[in-house]
């Protein structure tokens, strides 16, 4: 043991039914460090964090706390210790106020025992503040979009005046200048001494805040070191265990017609004359900031929003669309983002949420093909390597990156003409990321219009024929794919440049 570490796990073994998850795991953190904890999906992250917050326990190993052996009886025993823990799932109560859920379990009450709210509320604001959200402390959780639980998530821990904060891929859900300020007060709390175990499958995060690393693998370490010390493909080849290709995945051919073209589309407030086109065959990005309207303009395509101006034509026809049911008639489907949140019910098996119609309409309108549910989920198991002891399992019991895939694997079935696919590689690791994409590729091979909607440019680089970077509900620049850069992409999507 590292006599100086602020926090030692050491030979911490795990077993979930029989099934060995964390074998003989140890990992060191100092004080006023970031330290990212990496691994594929189903590696033991949330495992080990869940033994750190006292949600689990260790069959053996130590944890070891400024020098004294500790036992994590229950969360409440970490949190006594001073630990935070941002869950990757969102850990929120809808039906409660965003104030409750801040200060649950640690009311602040006067001396005749009645809740100080204003107090709450007051302090809520605070630190909402120093987030940039601007929400009523007392508005109900259930009213907010997924971003917003997720900075309640991050408010909460900051409240408590941690020592150690765990974050399980707290920025999921968050929009580019919200993980800005994330990392902005991150950077301040490890100036006061707080130490932050990280998790992500977003490499680029990693590299940007952390200053160590542990990388777990079939819930071993193989290894750890300072960030700056290693490269990022080192880094992924130690997740993977072998090399991810960082290579463009398409090649240039021939389009057929045109499948979609939007003529002058617009939305007062969310998007303004958007004028495109998709062919069959071709894959078209569209990435961007916060606020740039990319979801809406879908969303409205999608027939979920219906008060906007202009023309759609699929396949050469004018067509109106003021209903989803009309966009699926029409040969168009969406992969919606914030899937799992709406996607997956936890006491059915994961065969049964493979084949679950979030769907229905789909089915009605004959749009999955006919393979057996068990057939599919063997295709996929093997395809996106879905880790799971068996089928038959409940899917609660997948580690939250396996869920993901489950869902995203559904969606790859639909059979549509035109597919949008709305950041369709959430909390996925990298290896599978590919996968993905490149499934995405091969639908467009097989003459499908496809357009991906991502706020990760250098992913989408390599999979699209065409990008549109948008700003403020307008499209600043059109690239095709390999003579976009990242840096360019950006100062279209920020409004530094803009008409191209
Ligand atoms: N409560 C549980 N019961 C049974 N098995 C579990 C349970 N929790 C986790 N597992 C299994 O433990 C393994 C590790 O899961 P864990 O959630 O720690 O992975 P992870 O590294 O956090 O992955 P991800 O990146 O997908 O979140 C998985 O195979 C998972 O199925
Ligand atoms: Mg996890």
């Known amino acids: 043991m590292s006599m100086s570490s602020f926090l030692s796990m050491e030979n911490i073994h795990k077993s979930f039914n029989h099934v060995p998850v964390l074998k003989n795991v140890t990992i060191n953190v100092e004080h ?14 949330s495992t080990l964090m869940n033994i750190l917050g006292g949600v689990h326990h260790p069959d053996e190993g130590t944890i070891v706390l400024n020098g004294q052996t500790v036992e994590m009886v229950n969360p409440r025993t970490s949190q006594s210790y001073g630990i935070s823990f941002i869950h990757q799932e969102l850990n929120v109560v809808s039906d409660l106020r965003v104030y409750e859920n801040m200060f649950l379990g640690a ?14 509320c007051r302090r809520t ?24 639980k997720q900075m309640i998530e991050i408010a909460r821990a900051l409240l408590h005046k941690s020592r150690l904060i765990i974050m399980d ?19 301040n709390l490890k100036q006061t001494g707080v130490s932050i175990i990280y998790i992500s499958h977003k490499l680029k995060e990693i590299e940007e805040v952390c200053d160590t690393y542990t990388v777990l693998r079939d819930g071993k370490v193989v290894g750890s070191k300072r960030m700056k010390d290693e490269h990022l493909d080192e880094i992924t080849k130690l997740m993977v265990g072998k090399s991810v290709s960082e290579d463009r995945l398409i090649e240039s051919h021939a389009f057929g017609q045109v499948a979609l073209e939007v003529k ?33 303009l879908f969303e409205s395509l999608f027939g979920y929003r219906k008060k906007y101006t202009g023309q759609i034509k699929i396949f050469d026809r004018v067509v109106t669309i003021k209903h989803p049911t009309q966009a699926l008639k029409a ?13 997956i019910i ?15 309409h789909f089915e009605k309108a004959g749009f999955i093909k006919g393979k057996t549910e068990r057939e599919k989920f063997n295709f996929y198991q093997q395809k996106l390597n879905i880790k799971v002891p068996n089928p038959k399992t409940t899917i609660d019991k997948l580690s939250g990156g396996n869920q993901q895939k489950v869902v995203i694997a559904k969606w790859l079935e639909v059979n549509a003409d035109i597919i949008i696919f709305d950041n369709p590689t959430q909390g996925i690791d990298v290896g599978a990321k590919r996968e993905i994409y490149q499934h995405i590729v091969s639908l467009a091979a097989q003459g499908k219009a496809v357009i991906i909607l991502s706020s990760e440019a250098p992913e989408i680089r390599k999979v699209c024929h065409t990008i549109h970077v948008m700003y403020q509900g307008e499209v600043t620049a059109q690239f095709a794919g390999e003579e976009a850069t990242d840096d360019e992409i950006m100062s279209y999507a920020t409004g530094s440049k803009r008409g191209r």
Not at 33 to 43: F, K, R, T, V, Y
Not at 109 to 120: A, L, P, Q
Not at 125 to 148: C, F, M, W
């Open 264 to 296: 002058n589309l617009t939305h007062e407030g969310f998007f303004k004359d958007i004028n495109f086109t998709v062919r069959k065959g071709e894959i078209v990005g569209f990435t961007g900031l916060a606020g740039d309207g990319r979801t809406e």
């Open 107 to 120: 009311e602040l009450e006067n001396k005749f025992g009645f809740v100080k709210v204003e107090e709450m």
């Open 169 to 187: 891929e707290p920025t999921t859900a968050l929009a580019e200048h919200e993980v800005r300020r994330l990392f902005a007060l991150m950077k």
């Open 125 to 148: 604001n605070e630190i909402l503040a120093q987030l940039g959200v601007n929400i009523h402390p007392k508005t109900y959780v259930r009213q907010l979009d997924t971003s917003y």
């Open 32 to 45: 006023g460090e970031i330290h990212a904890l990496l691994g594929e999906n189903g590696a033991g992250k």
């Open 346 to 360: 936890k006491d059915l098996n994961v065969i049964q949420n493979m084949s679950l119609s979030s769907m229905a």
């Open 331 to 343: 040969g168009m489907g969406l992969v919606p983002k914030d899937r799992k949140e709406n996607a």
